[in-house]
């Protein structure tokens, strides 16, 4: 996949559609990281998929497209919606699993505080009843 960047000012038609091609090719990447559940390389994708965005945005300002290039730009804008969509439902998947994790962890933290810390691992008076090596 290569990257192609267009530049402000040029606002060729050529260079929108090459754009959403370019965003395409991007999301694309942040979908496969989703899929990897590589957050972190998603984070870093998703800050230039926004800055391209903007980029996109001011070349394709006042810019009008002929039938074929909105066509195209169509197209590419709705695979993008799609590949959004499932980075996005993975997102939620992700975010529903730490939740998950963070309450667990707070319902052990309360139990250890309601139970002074050793929630289950001693026995109350075990050691004077017991010597170390006794079954």
Do not use: P
């Not at 965003?23 to 994708?45: G, I, V």
């Not at 909105?70 to 439902?89: F, N, Q, V």
């Amino acid at each position: 996949m290569t990257e192609r960047r267009f530049e402000e000012g040029n606002g060729a038609h050529a260079d929108i559609i090459s754009g959403y091609e370019a965003l395409l090719e991007r999301s694309s990447r942040m979908l496969a990281f989703a899929c990897e559940e590589d957050w972190s390389r998603l984070l870093e994708e998703e800050a230039s998929y926004v800055i391209e965005v903007e980029r996109l945005s001011r070349i394709e300002a006042g810019q009008a497209l002929n039938a074929v290039q909105s066509e195209r730009k169509a197209m590419l804008l709705e695979r993008i919606l799609e590949g959004d969509l499932e980075i996005r439902r993975r997102l939620n998947k992700r975010r529903d699993e730490l939740g998950a994790l963070l309450n667990a962890s707070q319902r052990k933290r309360s139990v250890d505080s309601a139970y002074g810390g050793a929630a289950g691992s001693q026995v109350l008076g075990g050691s004077s009843r017991f010597k170390k090596g006794d079954a």
